[in-house]
Nanobody
Framework: QVQLVESGGGLVQPGGSLRLSCAAS????????LGWFRQAPGKEREGVSC????????FYGDSVKGRFTIARGNDKNTVYLQMNNLKPEDTAVYYC????????????????????WGQGTQVTVSS
């Protein structure tokens, strides 16, 4: 049974930093992509960042480029999201996602390309 477990969310002031972690288990063949999405109240789930496990390519949403960094852990099924210079508009529930039948390329953020999802971790940016 595949499980994705997120950690690292919390309350931070604007301009602060957080690091989210996601540990994926239960799929011995490996995932093609590990990514992060977020969903704010009343809004659709949006792609934040993704890492292609085959070639290491990374993808970022326009609103987080230059501030967020995705990285893979030494354990191949662990992925981190370093979030710097956080803004109130980054407030959302952040979800880890793993793709086996991932689309890739310009379609990296399509939720239908991810097969497994974590339960989410709340990130609140407020003074």
């Amino acid at each position: 049974q595949v499980q994705l477990v997120e950690s690292g969310g919390g309350l931070v002031q604007p301009g602060g930093s957080l690091r989210l972690s996601c540990a994926a288990s239960g799929w011995s063949l490996g995932f093609y992509a590990l990514g992060w999405f977020r969903q704010a109240p009343g809004k659709e789930r949006e792609g934040v960042s993704c890492l292609s496990t085959s070639d290491g390519r990374t993808f970022y949403g326009d609103s987080v480029k230059g501030r967020f960094t995705i990285a893979r852990g030494n354990d191949k099924n662990t992925v981190y999201l370093q979030m710097n210079n956080l803004k109130p508009e980054d407030t959302a529930v952040y979800y880890c996602a793993a793709g086996i039948n991932w689309y890739g390329g310009s379609r990296w953020a399509q939720t239908s390309g991810y097969d497994y999802w974590g339960q989410g971790t709340q990130v609140t940016v407020s003074s």
